[in-house]
């Protein structure tokens, strides 16, 4: 077994490195996006009751509409993973 130091200057000796794994990105934007909805929900009940600062609804709200670009950018790279 090669030294650290070893492989370290010769990375070619090196085993390749396993393919990244598969993962839906439209599924975990949508969790996002469900997340930021909830927290959303509950800052402008908080602001209502005057419990919480209009920079937090707003904080939320910026975390849900992020994810729509986030989702298109999903979906339309969802075929550029083949392999």
């Given at each position: 077994?090669?030294?650290?130091?070893?492989?370290?200057?010769?990375?070619?000796?090196?085993?390749?490195?396993?393919?990244?794994?598969?993962?839906?990105?439209?599924?975990?934007?949508?969790?996002?996006?469900?997340?930021?909805?909830?927290?959303?929900?509950?800052?402008?009940?908080?602001?209502?009751?005057?419990?919480?600062?209009?920079?937090?609804?707003?904080?939320?709200?910026?975390?849900?509409?992020?994810?729509?670009?986030?989702?298109?950018w999903a979906r339309r790279?969802?075929?550029?993973?083949?392999?």
């Amino acid at each position: 077994m090669p030294s650290f130091v070893s492989l370290l200057a010769h990375p070619e000796k090196r085993r390749p490195s396993p393919p990244p794994p598969r993962a839906d990105l439209t599924r975990v934007v949508l969790l996002g996006m469900g997340a930021w909805a909830v927290a959303l929900v509950v800052t402008l009940i908080l602001f209502a009751r005057d419990s919480a600062s209009l920079l937090a609804v707003l904080t939320c709200a910026a975390g849900f509409l992020l994810g729509g670009p986030g989702l298109l950018w999903a979906r339309r790279h969802r075929n550029d993973r083949s392999g």
